[in-house]
């Protein structure tokens, strides 16, 4: 496995990949909030890190790469009532564009690509987490981190 070195841009600086398991890269990146199709503002991700994850495995990497799928959201619930549909059926209808447009780039799939509605529970108790922990604040319902 050949050492590979990013360009962080917390920093601005190149640094060598340091997994914390050797040869394990764990990648989450956000994805698309599925309230119309896809644009090059959410499709810039998907394109990214699939990339990423194929140059890390030809590189000799283990590789798991995970892109939610925001199916519960303020644009979405505006979107469906300016459409006249329920936001459970618009978010499904896009998410599936948003999986065909993506297929349609041939970078095949993350491995996991969790719904929000789905992992909501757990989403909460780390929001908790973080506010409890002072690394995140609340204010007039949104959370910021410190």
Do not use: W
């Not at 994805?31 to 890190?49: E, L, M, Q, S």
């Not at 140059?55 to 959201?73: K, M, S, W």
């Amino acid at each position: 496995m050949r050492a590979v070195s990013l360009h962080d841009t917390r920093t601005g600086e190149i640094r060598a990949l340091e997994p914390k398991e050797p040869g394990r890269v764990r990648i989450y990146a956000c994805g698309p909030t599925v309230y119309g199709r896809i644009h090059v503002g959410n499709a810039r991700p998907f394109v990214v890190f699939s990339l990423l994850k194929r140059f890390l495995v030809h590189e000799g990497y283990r590789v798991v790469f995970v892109a939610n799928v925001t199916d519960i959201n303020d644009k979405i619930y505006a979107a469906a009532a300016r459409e006249g549909v329920h936001s459970d059926a618009l978010a499904r209808e896009m998410t599936a564009a948003y999986l065909a447009d993506t297929d349609g780039l041939g970078l095949g799939r993350p491995d996991h690509e969790p719904l929000a509605s789905q992992t909501i529970g757990g989403i909460i108790e780390l929001i908790e987490r973080l506010i409890e922990g002072g690394h995140a604040y609340a204010v007039n319902g949104d959370v910021y981190f410190s």
